[in-house]
């Protein structure tokens, strides 16, 4: 069984620009979340997808931050205009719909650098 | 605020030794408590959780955690270290008292581990 996978590992970008990471559960996992790790500090919750639904966006920053995930499969998520203060690792998660539904499966992250 | 404190940012042990990383989190009367670990270039990987029942629960890789609910507390545990545990280590806390599928995460305790 492939784990989650995340794409880029690794992104540069001038303050401003426009970033998209991808993240692929999985298979078969109906749930999908992402987090953030700025700094060191705690990994911290953004928002969690049941298939294609948001559950909850609770943690998302700010309007810069769009999350999708069409079909239900992948998700995107895009920071546009990018600020210094997104800089962080970005993680994404998958767990099943049934009994384990809170055992979550973590990618390896997306380290995130806004210069 | 919903909080989970690794109170140690940073422990070195000999090889061989045995070790215990600190866990707490700060409510909840039936938390479900996880530990991660996140080697170098790696994603999260679960090494155990505990939902109820039994509170020393047996994880991956030798390790095992002991659930404290008069302490709040979810140490984790190795009686022997190997080299290869080198990692940094995460402590974190769900469930149906805490929004459901988000996971609140410590600030994480890097370990080294001596010759």
């Known amino acids: 069984e492939a784990g989650v996978t995340q794409f880029p590992s690794h992104s540069v970008i001038e303050k401003g620009q426009t970033v998209t990471l991808r993240c692929d559960p999985i298979s078969g996992h109906d749930n999908l979340y992402w987090y953030r790790r700025v700094m060191g500090k705690e990994i911290k919750f953004l928002l969690h997808?049941?298939?294609?639904?948001?559950?909850?966006e609770s943690g998302m920053p700010n309007n810069r931050f769009l999350a999708e995930r069409t079909g239900g499969t992948y998700s995107t998520l895009k920071v546009q205009p990018a600020e210094l203060e997104d800089s962080g690792v970005y993680f994404c998660a998958s767990s099943p719909k049934d009994g384990r539904v809170y055992e979550q499966y973590f990618g390896p992250g997306t380290r995130l650098t806004v210069t | 605020a919903q909080s989970v404190t690794q109170p140690d940012i940073h422990i070195t042990v000999s090889e061989g030794a045995s070790l215990e990383l600190r866990c707490n989190y700060s409510y909840g009367a039936t938390p479900y408590l996880f530990w991660y670990v996140q080697s170098p270039g790696q994603g999260l990987q679960l090494l155990l959780k505990?939902?109820?029942?039994?509170?020393l629960v047996q994880g991956i890789k030798g390790f095992e955690a002991e659930f404290k609910r008069s302490q709040s507390s979810f140490n984790l545990r190795k009686p022997s270290v190997h080299w290869s545990d080198a990692a940094e280590y995460f402590c974190a806390v769900g469930g149906p008292e805490y929004n459901f599928n988000k996971f609140y995460f410590g600030s994480g305790t890097k370990l080294n581990v001596k010759p």
């Open positions: 997808f049941v298939k294609e639904s948001k559950q909850d």
């Open positions: 505990y939902f109820s029942g039994d509170t």
